[in-house]
């Protein structure tokens, strides 16, 4: 089942996302309850993650899946998409859980015995940003702007301490993430160097304002078999620079969700970003500029669309 919100903000709404067209819940809810003569439960809020596990609204998914001009359908170009979770209390981010991106940035990817997820988090509040709406290139670090596509997770249940065979037991579904980096931001560049900077200089990049591209929509976990069998492409201006698959993970998504409760306790709608595959700006010089065009698109999930624009 794929749902997705939209807008407009000030009134957003569910919707089940298909790839020509959206239709409303609560539109399809009552349509589907009429013509089965029996009720169907009408969600009343903008919440995705409850419905991602609700067998009612799968019910009603696959009904309007096989019924011609679904009653409440809105063309895909009419409709103000919004990111799927509205307001997650946390989002995390995994740096190099992908061998080759890890070659691809010098470094010596290591076995899962030998390391640890290295985790990040990104403000939600200002870094995400919703599908096709722009990632803002800011005055202060115009160049080296760059891409990152990855899965994410939704966190659909409480928990602390999971183990990694139970850990997709709290997983509602996922989604797009573009983890949208500026590599090259250096702040006060005349300061002493000192050890601790060069971790500090990559984070801080992490952190602009826009730099969280997220959606189109939200991919229940029931609809997808196997989260680390899906391929990923990320196009700039029609051009492929990102192409691999979810099976190059070092840590797979039960693993990440283990280490990451050992710590912090999630909560439902936080996201947790898997990581990127090879092909990155940075591998080769070339950075986002306005004007450009991202496209990243994850099997079984969709395209999440994101133009460039400056900082004005």
Request: proline share 9%.
């Amino acid at each position: 089942m794929r749902l997705c919100r939209i807008g407009p903000e000030a009134n957003p709404r569910a919707a089940f996302y298909f790839d020509t067209h959206v239709v409303p819940v609560a539109s399809a809810a009552v349509a589907h309850s009429q013509a089965r003569g029996t009720s169907v439960r009408i969600p009343t809020k903008d919440d995705l993650v409850p419905v991602l596990t609700d067998y009612g609204m799968q019910e009603t998914e696959s009904w309007l899946a096989r019924t011609p001009n679904p009653p409440g359908a809105i063309p895909i170009g009419q409709v103000e998409l919004l990111v799927p979770v509205a307001k997650p209390n946390k989002i995390f981010c995994l740096a190099g859980n992908y061998a080759e991106h890890v070659k691809e940035g010098g470094g010596t990817p290591a076995e899962r015995a030998e390391t640890f997820p290295y985790v990040f988090m990104k403000p939600p509040t200002t870094t995400l940003t919703h599908p096709n709406r722009p990632v803002v290139i800011p005055k202060v670090a115009s160049d080296g702007v760059d891409w990152e596509l990855e899965l994410a997770v939704i966190i659909g249940r409480r928990c602390k301490n999971v183990s990694e065979a139970d850990a997709m037991k709290y997983v509602a579904g996922y989604t797009i993430i573009n983890d949208v980096s500026q590599r090259r931001y250096r702040p006060n560049p005349e300061r002493k160097k000192r050890e601790r900077d060069v971790f500090f200089d990559w984070l801080h990049g992490k952190w602009f304002d826009t730099f969280c591209p997220c959606g189109p929509c939200a991919v229940s976990a029931d609809a997808i078999a196997d989260p680390h069998k899906l391929s990923l492409k990320l196009e700039v201006n029609g051009e492929v620079k990102q192409q691999g698959s979810t099976s190059q993970m070092v840590f797979p998504v039960g693993a990440v969700i283990e280490f990451i409760s050992r710590m912090v306790t999630l909560e439902p709608g936080d996201l947790i970003s898997t990581g990127t595959p090879a092909g990155v700006g940075a591998a080769s010089g070339t950075f986002l500029k306005p004007g450009d065009v991202m496209r990243g698109t994850i099997q079984e999930i969709g395209t999440l669309s994101t133009p460039v624009a400056a900082e004005k």
